[in-house]
């Protein structure tokens, strides 16, 4: 038995007005994988919870294959959850730790052979006699999952199952955790902070900030068609290039994004997703290339849709397979609130609903109301480049290259940028090329 999991417009308030999640809408369909993801502190583990009847909803309602689930305790949700800190009894060996839960759901029955059972399919049978002092915690961790899984629950809720584990490990389990729920065919609701585990899990990634749902869809339309700037920098590794730029759509002559210092040209005849900037003459945007999108080579090299800048070697990564290349284009980047520092930062008090105009627009921006999703300062002009960000090199423009490149520091390097894989966001940081509306190749 598999459910779906529905939430309306849910939303959790703490003690003293913390908006852990707001106004969270998300259908999850029976048999899914859908991973929840975002920084610490945005409200995942309160989602999870909300799922779980562990925590009471504050606004909206929670429905379990399409029944109103709110006021249903616990036990009476069929749902089981794998916690971060494994949870173990310590007093108890691995079999009776996978059988508890068996025993007080029906009590007077040998849980014996589902225990068994569970525990030749998590190949975890030589740890039963064992308590959870005696394992490592890799070992503990397919223990807690055999507690979940031995009791046939129709969904599971992890979260961040594997961060407690060195990376190796965390590789290893996240394989056998994509195994075995598919086996099992059982709705999961995954958290975790981590992109790369959650691009590799997920049939659907939903992306939070300050308790607020940015996007959800499959991880390819993440990557591909972010929703906005906040989406396009959490996810993929190099992050993505976010540099200010402003539009210039001259009417005899080539529309260019100019990065302050240099521009790009965007080729003749304009792509529809570049005419459509063209709305935009004057102002400033973000934009937003991925490593990929730029590569080392001589303008007499471009394809049509590639255009030239250079670049000053800054700093080289070796990688083994690959290189990555920070340079100096002249630009400056536009800065991520969150992503910036290893912490979050104290998120400013949100209002609730507001009236008029600027509470619709809010409405309508939804991140906003979380603070802002990008920090620009002043508008700049082509003429005066931006002053470098502090603590940041100044237009920083990450390429990957293969580690045939001899690059030093200090070099001047012919750059390539691909402008069919050129996003630009407004200065709220949504994304307006490529235009919002899904690609049909990229729907569901
Ligand atoms: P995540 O799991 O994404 O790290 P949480 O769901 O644990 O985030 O927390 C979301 C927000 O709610 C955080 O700002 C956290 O400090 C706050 N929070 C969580 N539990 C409580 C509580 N019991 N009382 C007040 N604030 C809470
Ligand atoms: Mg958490």
Same mark, same amino acid.
């Given at each position: 038995?598999?459910?779906?999991?529905?939430?309306?417009?849910?939303?959790?308030?703490?003690?003293?007005?913390?908006?852990? =999640?707001?106004?969270?809408?998300?259908?999850?369909?029976?048999?899914?994988? &859908? +991973?929840?993801?975002?920084?610490?502190?945005?409200?995942?583990?309160?989602?999870?919870?909300?799922?779980?009847?562990?925590?009471? +909803?504050?606004?909206?309602?929670?429905?379990?294959?399409?029944?109103?689930?709110?006021?249903?305790?616990? *036990?009476?949700?069929?749902?089981?959850?794998?916690?971060?800190?494994?949870?173990?009894?310590?007093?108890?060996?691995?079999?009776?730790? /996978?059988?508890?839960?068996?025993?007080?759901?029906?009590?007077?029955?040998?849980?014996?052979?589902?225990?068994?059972?569970?525990?030749?399919?998590?190949? @975890?049978?030589?740890?039963?006699?064992?308590?959870?002092?005696?394992?490592?915690?890799?070992?503990?961790?397919?223990?807690?999952?055999?507690?979940?899984?031995?009791?046939?629950?129709?969904?599971?809720?992890?979260?961040?199952?594997?961060?407690?584990?060195?990376?190796?490990?965390?590789?290893?389990?996240?394989?056998?955790?994509?195994?075995?729920?598919?086996?099992?065919?059982?709705?999961? =609701?995954?958290?975790?902070?981590?992109?790369?585990?959650?691009?590799?899990?997920?049939?659907?990634?939903?992306?939070?900030?300050?308790?607020?749902?940015?996007? +959800?869809?499959?991880?390819?339309?993440?990557?591909?068609?972010?929703?906005?700037?906040?989406?396009?920098?959490? /996810?993929?590794?190099?992050?993505?290039?976010?540099?200010?730029?402003?539009?210039?759509?001259?009417?005899?002559?080539?529309?260019?994004?100019?990065?302050?210092?240099?521009?790009?040209?965007?080729?003749?005849?304009?792509?529809?997703?570049?005419?459509?900037?063209?709305?935009?003459?004057?102002?400033?945007?973000?934009?937003?290339?991925?490593?990929?999108? /730029?590569? @080392?080579? %001589?303008?007499?090299?471009?394809?049509?849709?590639?255009?030239? @800048? %250079?670049?000053?070697?800054?700093?080289?990564?070796? !990688?083994?397979?690959?290189? &990555?290349?920070?340079?100096?284009?002249?630009? *400056?980047?536009?800065?991520?609130?969150?992503?910036?520092?290893?912490?979050? !930062?104290?998120?400013?008090?949100?209002?609730?609903?507001?009236?008029?105009?600027?509470?619709?627009?809010?409405?309508?921006?939804?991140?906003?109301?979380?603070?802002? =999703?990008?920090?620009?300062?002043?508008?700049?002009?082509?003429?005066?480049?931006?002053?470098?960000?502090?603590?940041?090199?100044?237009?920083?423009?990450?390429?990957?290259?293969?580690?045939?490149?001899?690059?030093?520091?200090?070099?001047?390097?012919?750059?390539?940028?691909?402008?069919?894989?050129?996003?630009?966001?407004?200065?709220?940081?949504?994304? @307006?090329?490529?235009?919002?509306?899904?690609?049909?190749?990229?729907?569901?």
């Amino acid at each position: 038995m598999t459910r779906a999991i529905s939430l309306h417009d849910v939303s959790k308030v703490h003690a003293k007005g913390v908006r852990a =999640v707001d106004r969270l809408s998300l259908d999850i369909h029976p048999g899914e994988f &859908l +991973v929840l993801l975002g920084p610490s502190g945005c409200g995942k583990s309160t989602v999870l919870r909300m799922i779980a009847g562990l925590e009471p +909803v504050t606004e909206g309602e929670v429905y379990l294959d399409g029944t109103y689930a709110n006021d249903l305790a616990p *036990s009476e949700r069929d749902i089981a959850m794998v916690f971060q800190n494994f949870a173990l009894y310590p007093n108890m060996t691995g079999r009776d730790n /996978i059988g508890f839960p068996l025993r007080i759901e029906t009590p007077g029955a040998d849980p014996a052979p589902r225990v068994d059972a569970t525990a030749r399919m998590l190949g @975890i049978e030589e740890l039963l006699d064992r308590y959870p002092g005696q394992l490592s915690g890799g070992e503990r961790q397919r223990v807690a999952m055999g507690r979940a899984i031995a009791r046939h629950p129709s969904a599971f809720l992890m979260d961040e199952p594997l961060s407690n584990l060195d990376a190796k490990l965390r590789n290893h389990l996240r394989a056998e955790i994509s195994r075995l729920t598919r086996e099992l065919g059982v709705t999961t =609701v995954y958290v975790t902070h981590d992109q790369a585990e959650a691009m590799s899990l997920g049939d659907r990634v939903a992306v939070l900030r300050g308790g607020i749902l940015q996007q +959800v869809d499959s991880p390819r339309a993440v990557y591909a068609l972010p929703r906005n700037v906040f989406v396009a920098a959490f /996810i993929g590794t190099p992050r993505i290039n976010l540099l200010r730029g402003v539009v210039r759509a001259p009417l005899d002559g080539a529309m260019t994004v100019s990065l302050g210092k240099q521009a790009l040209r965007l080729p003749e005849p304009l792509s529809p997703d570049h005419r459509l900037l063209r709305v935009q003459q004057g102002r400033e945007v973000i934009v937003g290339l991925r490593s990929e999108a /730029i590569r @080392i080579a %001589t303008p007499a090299e471009a394809r049509p849709e590639e255009t030239h @800048i %250079t670049g000053l070697v800054e700093h080289v990564e070796f !990688q083994g397979h690959e290189v &990555l290349v920070h340079f100096n284009t002249g630009s *400056s980047p536009a800065l991520v609130p969150e992503l910036e520092a290893p912490r979050p !930062q104290p998120r400013p008090h949100r209002r609730r609903r507001e009236g008029g105009v600027l509470g619709r627009l809010r409405e309508r921006a939804g991140s906003l109301r979380a603070g802002p =999703v990008v920090v620009l300062d002043e508008p700049t002009g082509p003429e005066q480049p931006p002053a470098p960000a502090e603590g940041r090199a100044p237009g920083d423009l990450v390429v990957r290259t293969t580690p045939d490149f001899v690059l030093r520091y200090g070099m001047q390097v012919p750059l390539l940028v691909d402008t069919a894989h050129l996003f630009a966001f407004d200065q709220q940081g949504e994304r @307006i090329s490529p235009a919002p509306a899904r690609l049909p190749d990229l729907d569901e």
